[in-house]
């Protein structure tokens, strides 16, 4: 009998992205939206642009410093915001909510911003459920 445990997580990783997918472009019909297709990142602005790049650089600082510390002690992280997880949780929940109020602010389609809001809301739902249940039990 074959080995499947890598199959199945992937399995539920693809799941995953396309009903994270399915979401957006539901969204999209339902709020009348039009917006790049991912990867794409527009920004709405050049305030917007700036205030993005902050934040990627502050974070990548706190990623190099978790990495430092993680390379060079034996002890776990125990202060939460230099856990590398919670950086990248951070990183999206602030990114994505200087983006939606960009939008809300400067968008020529002022609606594009509740399409940001839902698809952060799904997305962070969708990380906690898999966090939550250690991948459906497959870690």
């Known amino acids: 009998m074959q080995n499947h445990t890598i199959l199945i997580p992937l399995l539920i990783l693809a799941l995953l992205l396309v009903a994270s ?18 990867p794409s990142y527009n920004h709405v602005n050049d305030l917007h642009r700036k205030i993005d790049w ?3 650089i502050v ?3 706190f990623v190099f410093i978790a990495f430092y510390y993680y390379g060079t002690t034996d002890t776990p992280i125990a202060f939460w915001p230099f856990q590398p ?6 990183l999206l929940f602030i990114s994505e909510s200087v983006r939606a109020f960009m939008e809300w602010k400067y968008a020529e389609n002022p609606r594009t911003y509740l399409l940001t809001l839902s698809s ?3 997305a962070l739902s969708l990380f906690s459920l898999v966090i939550l ?4 039990g497959y870690l």
């Open 54 to 56: 902050i934040i990627r």
């Open 120 to 122: 952060m809301i799904f």
């Open 133 to 136: 249940t250690d991948f459906f």
């Open 85 to 90: 997880l919670t950086i990248f949780i951070l």
């Open 21 to 38: 997918y399915a979401f957006e472009y539901v969204m999209k019909k339902l709020l009348k939206v039009e917006r790049e297709k991912w």
């Open 59 to 61: 974070s990548s600082i």
